[in-house]
């Protein structure tokens, strides 16, 4: 079941490709986080819980400028449900760092033309 659905314009990626995206310099208002940090933190947050990524969805919008992503957790002694968490950021300042989580994480991402 795909959890991330993206606009047209976005595109599908995997952790190398968000990897190379770089990273716009801050100002003394405004930090940008990696897209990749991001991913690579609230990876290590659920590993240290001891519990896996059992899938992993990513798509790029805005040539880099915006992240979505869903991860899907490993099951916990239930095969009827799962965990998931849900992921955004941006390099243009339109999102902040943003997380989701519950047994089901829906990420649209919709891109105005503006």
């Not at 795909?2 to 047209?8: F, G, Q, S, T």
């Not at 930090?31 to 819980?49: D, F």
């Not at 992503?69 to 950021?89: D, P």
Request: proline letters at 4%; charged letters at 15%; hydrophobic letters at 40%.
């Amino acid at each position: 079941m795909n959890e991330l659905m993206l606009h047209c314009g976005s595109k599908y990626v995997g952790r190398e490709e968000i990897a190379r995206v770089p990273t716009p310099i801050g100002t003394a208002s405004w930090h940008p986080v990696p897209h990749y940090e991001i991913i690579t933190m609230v990876s290590k947050a659920v590993e240290s819980r001891g519990w896996t990524i059992a899938n992993e969805q990513y798509g790029l919008g805005r040539d880099g400028a915006k992240l979505f992503g869903v991860m899907r957790l490993g099951h916990s002694g239930n095969q009827e449900w799962s965990r998931a968490i849900g992921l955004r950021n941006s390099h243009d300042m339109s999102l902040a760092v943003g997380l989701a989580a519950g047994l089901n994480c829906f990420v649209c991402v919709m891109l105005s033309s503006t």
